[in-house]
């Protein structure tokens, strides 16, 4: 068997969630397209075309992040805007500006653990659902400066990613809760939870968030129990394309992570891997631009993704 390139080791990685989470499968595929740009070329508009293709498979390799095709995009912006420079300039100016693009990732979430710590009070017991980087930032600074929280998880089933949340927490030496999916309304009452707090896979231009499947559940529970539903997310997972009215395709994982192949041969399986909450179910959205209301995720989008929207 030929041994595979690097690009496609990194599609497959995304792919079977060797790498997951929303900001790291960004910010890994960008780098993969920085190692594009030391490939063989003989001359810029190669290196273009080999950029294009690389942005396709890697834009294929999960449908409903955004923040995959805005950081792919992003730099085929870049290498457009920077097509006519020799190759090796081209091949510089590309190559820092997909360094400092990363790094920008990297400011962005630790500026949200600042934000999101302060939204987070003393005794506060938050509950989370599956495993984001971002929401685990802000209560490990939350933790750091001296909050005494509870932190409440969800299995996040098929793929477990509440137990990647566990073993975070635990490490930092924050108080930690297990429960099953179903349990969270139950939960909320009896363990008397004061917020709950998740990540973003994509957030749409109307304030609507797409988050891991069972998120909505979480929201309307959050609702009537009269518990603050917030969303913490980088800029990067607003969705320039909801914008123009497309709508968000809500990826179907294999139903092998649900039950074993054949165990149920007349039975259709489902395996949704994320759901749509509406943005009247949300509180707040902690960006690294502050706190804003989902309704004003038009805003952001137009100011963040001009170049994109042409709007
Ligand atoms: P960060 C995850 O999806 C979860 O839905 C999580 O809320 C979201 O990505 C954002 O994660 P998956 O990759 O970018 O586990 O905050 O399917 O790490």
Redesign the pocket.
């Known amino acids: 068997m030929s041994k595979m390139s690097d690009l496609d080791e990194t599609v497959a990685a995304i792919k079977a969630?060797k790498v997951?989470?929303?900001?790291?499968?960004a910010v890994t595929a960008v780098k993969a397209m920085d190692r594009v740009l030391a490939v063989d070329a003989k001359d810029t508009e190669s290196i273009v075309r080999k950029l294009s293709a690389a942005a396709k498979k890697l834009k294929s390799s999960?449908p409903t992040?955004v923040?995959l095709p805005n950081a792919v995009n992003y730099i085929i912006y870049l290498s457009e805007k920077n097509r006519n420079l020799p190759v090796k300039e081209f091949r510089r100016v590309l190559s820092s500006d997909i360094k400092r693009f990363a790094a920008e990732q990297e400011k962005a979430l630790e500026k949200i653990a600042g934000i999101g710590a302060n939204t987070i009070e003393d005794g506060d017991v938050i509950l989370t659902?599956?495993?984001?980087?971002?929401?685990?930032q802000i209560l490990k600074k939350a933790w750091k400066d001296g909050k005494n929280i509870e932190v409440v998880c969800t299995e996040s089933r098929p793929?477990y990613?509440g137990h990647i949340s566990v073993e975070e927490l635990t490490g930092a030496g924050i108080p930690t809760i297990l429960i099953i999916d179903s349990a969270v309304h139950l939960s909320m009452k009896r363990l008397k939870v004061d917020k709950v707090l998740?990540?973003?896979?994509t957030v749409c231009a109307n304030g609507d968030l797409i988050?891991?499947i069972g998120?909505s559940q979480i929201a309307l529970c959050a609702k009537e129990q009269d518990i603050d539903f917030i969303v913490?997310?980088?800029s990067l997972?607003f969705s320039p394309q909801s914008v123009m009215g497309s709508v968000v395709e809500i990826e179907e994982r294999d139903t092998s992570e649900v039950v074993e192949k054949g165990r149920f041969p007349k039975v259709r399986v489902m395996n949704p891997?994320?759901d749509i909450t509406d943005a009247e179910y949300i509180s707040m959205i902690i960006t690294e631009y502050g706190v804003i209301p989902p309704q004003a995720a038009y805003h952001l989008l137009k100011e963040k993704f001009g170049w994109e929207l042409d709007l």
């Open positions: 969630m997951r989470g929303a900001l790291d499968i999960r992040a923040s659902h599956c495993n984001s980087d971002t929401v685990m793929r990613q998740v990540g973003a896979d988050n891991k998120t913490a997310t980088e997972k891997a994320f």
